[in-house]
């Protein structure tokens, strides 16, 4: 079983709606959680980054928030742009003491918008 | 841009063969880590080396193994491939937020190594 479940696998929105994605994870002990975009055939790029104690965080119009009690994260997007369509991974790090931090992907929401 | 250049874009190899790919991280970044990304298995967390030493290891098989060098380019070597290697390869760099680097460091992603396995 994925240590990362996202939902939902794909979205469809139009240009200039709201949107939220969502993360749960179960990887333990927890260390951090990302949110990465990644365009087709290119590498992700690096949207948010949150510790335990970090309950939200911005990056411009996304928005990431992080329950570590329910082990959920969510990512949302705020007046959507046609160039927001891609892939959105979330990445949660698990401490590894002297082997070094695990990192576990989730499958990745694949959001289109539409003019 | 990133910053983090990977040779070559493309690689067409034969099952049973070996093949190295090659990463340079971007200008002052100590932290290099390898991804596999497949249709299948989506991405998937290799190994990270700092200055050189191997700092973290994911999913990486015993086929595979990569180095630091003390220009801190990195090459990733796949051996005795499988039709199952197939897969988009990355690598990413990050800056080191202490002596060791932080966790919460951001990574900077190449364009990535297309492997394809026949």
């Known amino acids: 079983k994925n240590q990362v479940e996202q939902s939902p696998q794909s979205l469809i929105i139009l240009e200039g709606k709201n949107c939220t994605l969502q993360?749960?994870?179960?990887?333990?002990?927890?260390?951090?959680l990302r949110w990465y975009k990644q365009d087709t055939g290119r590498g992700p790029v690096s949207l948010t980054i949150?510790?335990?104690?970090?309950n939200t965080k911005s990056n411009g119009r996304y928005t990431a928030t992080l329950d570590a009690d329910t082990k959920q994260s969510s990512l949302h997007i705020t007046a959507s742009q046609l160039s927001d369509s891609a892939s959105y991974i979330c990445?949660?790090?698990?401490?590894?003491?002297?082997?070094?931090?695990?990192?576990?992907f989730g499958a990745g929401t694949r959001l289109t918008v539409k003019p | 841009d990133s910053g983090v250049t990977q040779t070559p874009k493309h690689l067409i190899t034969a099952t049973g063969q070996r093949v190295t790919l090659r990463c340079s991280p971007r200008?002052?970044?100590?932290?290099v880590y390898w991804y596999q990304q497949s249709l299948d298995q989506g991405l998937q967390f290799l190994i990270q080396?700092?200055?050189?030493?191997?700092?973290a290891k994911g999913n990486i098989l015993e086929r595979f193994s990569a180095q630091q060098f003390p220009d801190l380019h990195s090459e990733l070597n796949l051996s005795s491939l499988e039709l199952g290697d197939s897969a988009l390869y990355f690598c990413?760099?990050?800056?080191?937020?202490?002596?060791?680097?932080?966790?919460?460091?951001?990574?900077?992603f190449g364009p990535g190594t297309r492997l394809t396995v026949l």
């Open positions: 990413a760099s990050s800056v080191p937020g202490g002596s060791l680097g932080s966790s919460t460091d951001t990574q900077y």
């Open positions: 993360c749960n994870y179960t990887v333990s002990p927890f260390s951090n």
């Open positions: 080396y700092y200055n050189g030493e191997e700092r």
């Open positions: 990445v949660v790090s698990a401490y590894g003491g002297d082997l070094g931090n695990d990192m576990r």
């Open positions: 200008s002052g970044d100590l932290s």
């Open positions: 949150m510790t335990f104690s970090e």
